[in-house]
């Protein structure tokens, strides 16, 4: 109810394309494309596809819009420079106030109060480089086999794809750190190699990537909120530093709590197998052996998805806002391929409600839309609460329910037909 239309029709699109075409029509090819016997979750197998393919739609779209802003940044400090020089003013349209342009006084208002505090930018340069410098010279001593030299680079790639996920985190409120990790575990796995702790390298070089990444969105998320709620840019960062430097503790604290209360956590087959675990150390193991260990077609796969999302980002800008609001967003399209279709559904529903209570009064649905998806949302976390008391308790639910295809089905009846 939050996100516009296109992006959840994208996401719908994403998951029909995925889920309802690729994924069948790859999985008729076991034993040619890939082993037939493996798991669906092997990154040898289906879940490669899935995983490098989502991968580089996001990288498209990611790097597409990154450079568009790049180059309209740079345009506008050069035309900023040339006119200064020039002595020349700038042109109507080029300085054009915001009373002129369409702005209601609200956001007037909101635009003035979030550039009064911004940021300089030596201070956010000079940070991102003393904390590069900490971590550059601190993490080799915790993981001998990672360098100084692995850090740097991943460290200087780091704000693309933190550009990238932020990007996408605004458009769907989906932050894809992970995915992003998943890249850098690749990369720089593959660049250690499996002779110098080419596994631990790659989760250490995850660790760090999804710890910049996730941050920039989260920021960019919290920059919003306050643009929209009059609050000041730098109470906001330096409330945001407070917070992390909290976590640093909390956050080991919480897991030495488990670690000693709880048997077996992180085995498979204990009450917190950290599956997750499992899935990372695999990925790790299989970026050693290099992108020579992925399934057949998968790397021609991915180069096509990367092309088509460049270039429906390109259609995009060429045919105007008018059109371009029938074509769908790469990066929304994306998220599907690796996490599932079955929220689509779910915000296209919401899509649905909105679009009606719009038609029936779309006054109210403006200025009350967003509060009853606030509502959702917060519902939905707040449950979590209880949800953790009852695990750490290990309450079992007294009954429960799953939904099968219908040759599963057969096959399950046909089965309580013989034991009865």
């Not at 796995?189 to 080419?198: D, K, L, N, V």
């Not at 390298?201 to 960019?220: F, K, N, R, W």
């Amino acid at each position: 109810m939050i996100c516009p239309y296109l992006v959840n029709l994208s996401v719908l699109l994403g998951g029909i394309l995925s889920w309802g075409i690729m994924w069948p029509l790859i999985e008729r090819k076991r034993g040619d494309w890939f082993p037939a016997d493996l798991p669906s979750t092997s990154l040898h197998g289906l879940q490669g596809y899935r995983v490098f393919i989502a991968i580089s739609l996001i990288l498209g779209d990611g790097l597409y819009n990154f450079f568009k802003v790049l180059s309209r940044t740079i345009s506008g400090f050069a035309t900023q420079i040339k006119a200064k020089r020039s002595s020349i003013p700038l042109s109507a349209d080029t300085a054009k106030p915001l009373a002129d342009s369409g702005v209601s006084f609200d956001d007037q208002r909101r635009i003035e109060v979030f550039l009064k505090d911004q940021i300089p930018n030596p201070v956010a340069l000079g940070g991102y480089v003393a904390i590069a410098t900490v971590s550059i010279i601190t993490l080799p001593h915790i993981f001998h086999q990672l360098k100084w030299y692995h850090v740097l680079i991943t460290y200087i790639i780091a704000p693309v794809l933190a550009f990238c996920n932020a990007y996408g985190c605004g458009l769907t409120d989906w932050s894809l750190a992970a995915t992003y990790g998943k890249l850098a575990i690749f990369s720089i796995g593959a660049w250690a190699g499996a002779a110098h702790g080419g596994v631990l390298v790659g989760l250490a070089a995850c660790g760090v990537m999804m710890s910049i990444v996730s941050t920039a969105s989260d920021l960019t998320q919290d920059f919003k909120t306050g643009y929209m709620t009059l609050a000041s840019p730098r109470s906001m960062f330096v409330s945001q530093v407070i917070g992390t430097a909290m976590g640093c503790i909390i956050a080991p604290s919480v897991f030495w709590l488990f670690f000693k209360a709880f048997k077996g956590v992180g085995v498979p087959g204990s009450d917190y197998p950290a599956p997750n675990a499992l899935v990372y150390r695999n990925m790790a193991i299989l970026g050693v052996d290099g992108v020579s260990s992925l399934p057949k077609n998968c790397l021609t796969l991915c180069c096509i998805f990367f092309v088509m999302s460049i270039l429906i980002n390109l259609l995009r800008d060429l045919v105007g806002k008018k059109r371009a609001r029938f074509i769908p967003l790469p990066m929304a399209m994306a998220i599907p391929f690796y996490l599932g279709s079955y929220f689509a559904f779910d915000m296209c529903i919401g899509s649905m409600i909105l679009f009606v209570w719009e038609r029936i009064d779309k006054a109210k649905a403006n200025s009350f839309g967003p509060a009853v998806a606030s509502g959702l949302i917060c519902g939905d976390g707040i449950w979590t609460l209880p949800q953790s008391v009852l695990a750490l308790a290990q309450v079992r639910p007294p009954i429960c329910m799953k939904f099968l295809s219908r040759n599963a089905n057969v096959k399950v009846d046909e089965f309580l037909a013989k034991l009865s």
